[in-house]
């Protein structure tokens, strides 16, 4: 479960793009994104994928950004004509698009008279917007309200990230340890996990199976912002582990 | 835009899985679904991805089955505690889960007197559903109403995928051909390629940019149900790149 602290602070990703839901683009911004939340202690609660459809982005933002504390865009800021992210964030909040001077600056300063419509487009930003640095290549992305709009490109993605994080209220930062058995599949492991985890609801236990040439078995993930108290709860997985006959069972690091 | 054609026919997918949402996973699900429906012609309208919590699963279920033509769910059918996927489906539509005798016969014959009370809640069907056929390993998934419920782990899910297309009323495939401009970037190329797509809004063109050695460049794809018309406006794309002075423009196969 993601949900249980009461200090918890949510964020969704709206994904924005017909490259993804054509197949054509494997998606890998989530994942980096989820990562780089957890370490600021924020929860990314919920994700969405749309094709780039006005009507499409604009409802599910508005849903995202009214049921959670933040909500991060990527895609659709480029300067073709199917890039309608910018216009879709300004439509969900009833507001125009401005062009934004210090984007044009840098623009101007590289294309010179190279500076063509295309181009422009990637220099507006909503009214009431401010702008989240790009430290890679390339225009800004853009936040307004509780949303972060930024590229779909990962490397570009990551980079302006770490602009967002300083701007978001976190939470403290959630720890993992990960208990790994060998030897057993997860139907025989799934009684003793269960018991600790309803004893323990305020974290999340995991079990990740994987099949290796030496049989089953699993990677049981705890997940808490308490270390203190992760560190009883593994021992006491362990311990219920062994309790049950599965001998094969350490602590791994996956750091 | 994925939009356009009248015998549109259109699926969602649902990934559940706390795993996707903390980072620890990459989903390769979601590509691999959207590609197979490209082969017979569904359109992947969205995607939502929902942690392991039952009223988080149950909404997002209940509205992508009742937008959509049909949902695809992967994720939480495993034995474990926190693998509610098949409760969340059977509340979702209102029904009880029951073991399904065939289900219960296959692990039966492969656990013998080690079927125990965790690998029998693999075997739970919601009234009404039919089972889709696991040709991998492990149980089969089930279908109820117009939502298919598979497999999390990827081998496992692209297997039953075979058993879902069958049982979906396919429109024409999407034929997909691409146009790869080399040396000039995305600004170059906005202005001919949105010509031509606004000359076909029946055609779906994107343009995926890449950065090589060689300086800036970018795919363009046209996608279509009509080969045809598709051939036509290959060429007349071509023609207008060209027009433009973007010379390094040739098609090329990525299939």
Redesign the interface.
Same mark, same amino acid.
Request: glycine share 6%.
């Given at each position: 479960?993601? +949900?249980g602290a009461d200090d918890r602070v949510t964020c969704a990703v709206l994904i924005i793009g /017909? *490259?993804?839901? =054509?197949?054509?683009? $494997?998606?890998?911004n989530?994942? /980096?994104?989820?990562? @780089?939340?957890?370490v600021i202690g924020v /929860?990314?609660? !919920?994700?969405?994928? %749309?094709?780039? %459809?006005m009507d !499409?982005i604009v409802g599910?933002l508005n849903a995202l950004r009214e049921k959670y504390d933040y909500v991060i865009t990527t895609g659709g800021i480029?300067?073709?004509?199917?890039d309608i992210t910018a216009d879709a964030v300004a439509e969900a909040f009833g507001v125009e698009l401005f062009e934004h001077p210090e984007i044009i600056a840098m623009m101007e300063a590289r294309?010179g008279d $190279?500076l063509?419509?295309?181009?422009r487009?990637m220099a507006r930003v909503p009214v009431g917007g401010d702008l989240v640095k790009n430290p890679v290549q390339g225009p800004p992305g853009f936040t307004i309200g509780n949303v972060f709009t930024l590229a779909g %490109?990962p490397q570009i993605m990551r980079g302006m990230l770490e602009d967002v994080g300083p701007r978001m209220r976190g939470g403290r930062p959630t720890v +993992?340890r990960t208990v790994r058995v060998e030897g057993s599949g *997860?139907?025989?492991?799934?009684?003793p &996990?269960?018991v600790v985890?309803?004893a323990h609801p305020d974290m +999340? &236990?995991? =079990? @990740?199976?994987f099949f290796s040439p030496d049989g089953y078995g699993s990677n049981l %993930?705890i997940?808490s912002r308490d270390p203190e108290a992760l560190t009883g709860v593994i021992a006491e997985l362990i311990a219920a582990l062994k309790a049950a006959g599965i001998d094969n069972v350490r602590e791994i690091d996956v750091a």
């Open positions: 479960m993601a +949900s /017909d *490259e993804i839901l =054509s197949g054509r683009t $494997q998606d890998t989530l994942r /980096d994104i989820a990562r @780089y939340l957890n /929860d990314l609660a !919920e994700a969405r994928t %749309v094709p780039d %459809v !499409e599910a480029g300067p073709t004509h199917d294309f $190279q063509n419509a295309a181009r487009r %490109v +993992s *997860e139907g025989a492991i799934a009684a &996990l269960e985890a309803k +999340s &236990l995991g =079990s @990740y199976p %993930v997940r």
